[in-house]
């Protein structure tokens, strides 16, 4: 065997693995790119680092509040994708991240611990935000560590968006998200609330005030079914449901409630109406296997007494007067797979059946609100968004 023959062979024996750097996939999963490795691995190693404790959770705290403000508010309410692509799912189950982020979260607003103020240059931009929801009041936080100057204008009395008036407090605390709201107004953020835009203030006159707008209005308002009996007492959208009864509204539902969709507000709606009193049907197109919601929210539902109907589609709803009755559906089946991925629903024909109900409680799909904004949306020099609507179905 020859000198280069022994060379390779020798080569081969000696050679090592190179490992590739790539982003951990919990991280590739979180919308807003959390360093999760990292904050879980100051808590994890703290001792070998040589933090107490108390000093490794603020320490992996600091680290969370780098890119989300909100890490008591998003531990209770995120889909935590970052769960499923966790290297550990298949071995002994997922690492329980947003349960820990909601620790961190909860013991930070215990200790009343400060946002990190920036010590950035002061810049000479003011930057005016409408919408004080968990986008505006993001942006405004982030712009604000950058150096700048920031107001946020909110039509409500009240920030937090969707946050406030579209998740019910059993869900999310009230004290635990004014809390968190509150840190980003005491780094110096101005908020101006009740105050309309178009009413109150035009957007020309924003643009006067502020050399950069960032529209952060979100999606309240809640999409019809376009079915014949649709308009009338006794039909509901969720999100403006849930704003009512978030702000305390005495709200009667009446003994059979039906809500309509598979995402997370027709499972808020639905628990919410369970509290009322109500009998609750959710009706839903596909099966419970493509529902959008939580998974945990869904297992909760079902252990506080609401009903499930899959495989149906409302198609008209019936009425005694202007009194709600029932609702007729059609029954579905699924097709081949759609762009998002689940197989598409197609109506039987023929098949139908009627469920009684005294509320029909919309919750298939929200859009922006527009009000006062019109202009904008219509201007050729405003980036127009990918998709107005957030669809839950």
Not at 54 to 68: G, L, S
Not at 376 to 389: M, Y
Request: net charge negative.
């Amino acid at each position: 065997m020859s000198t280069d023959e022994n060379r390779n062979i020798y080569a081969e024996i000696l050679a090592r693995p190179e490992p590739l750097t790539k982003t951990p996939p919990c991280r590739v999963g979180c919308p807003v790119g959390t360093d999760i490795r990292g904050w879980i691995g100051i808590i994890a190693q703290h001792k070998k680092l040589g933090y107490d404790l108390h000093e490794a959770y603020e320490r992996a705290w600091m680290r969370i509040v780098e890119v989300n403000p909100f890490p008591a508010t998003s531990g209770r309410v995120c889909p935590h994708p970052c769960e499923s692509g966790c290297n550990r799912k298949e071995k002994d189950g997922g690492v329980a991240i947003n349960a820990m982020e909601r620790f961190i979260g909860d013991w930070a607003l215990e200790r009343g611990l400060s946002l990190p103020r920036s010590d950035a240059s002061p810049q000479p931009e003011s930057i005016g935000v409408i919408g004080a929801g968990p986008a505006g009041l993001s942006f405004a936080y982030q712009m604000n560590r950058l150096g700048y100057a920031v107001v946020i204008y909110e039509s409500s009395d009240e920030p937090g968006g969707m946050l406030r008036h579209g998740i019910p407090p059993y869900r999310l605390p009230r004290n635990v998200l004014e809390g968190e709201i509150q840190r980003i107004v005491d780094l110096g953020v101005s908020l101006e609330t009740g105050v309309s835009i178009g009413r109150d203030v035009s957007i020309e006159e924003l643009r006067s005030r502020h050399d950069v707008l960032f529209l952060g209005i979100g999606a309240q308002q809640g999409r019809r079914l376009g079915i014949p009996g649709e308009v009338g007492p006794g039909c509901w959208g969720g999100t403006a449901l849930l704003g009512r009864l978030n702000r305390g509204d005495a709200i009667r539902l009446g003994r059979r409630v039906v809500v309509i969709g598979g995402g997370n507000t027709a499972i808020d709606v639905a628990r919410a109406a369970r509290r009322l009193g109500s009998e609750v049907t959710i009706l839903y197109r596909r099966t419970r296997r493509e529902m959008p919601a939580i998974e945990t929210e869904v297992e909760e539902a079902y252990r506080e007494g609401v009903r499930f109907e899959f495989l149906v589609a409302p198609v008209r709803i019936e009425r005694e007067g202007e009194v709600v009755r029932s609702v007729t559906l059609q029954r579905m089946k699924l097709d081949e797979a759609d762009a998002s991925g689940r197989r598409s629903p197609r109506p039987i024909e023929g098949s139908y059946l009627e469920v009684s109900a005294n509320s029909i409680i919309s919750a298939v799909a929200q859009e922006p609100d527009w009000t006062g904004l019109r202009e904008l949306v219509d201007s050729e020099d405003t980036p127009r968004p990918a998709h107005a609507g957030a669809i839950a179905d």
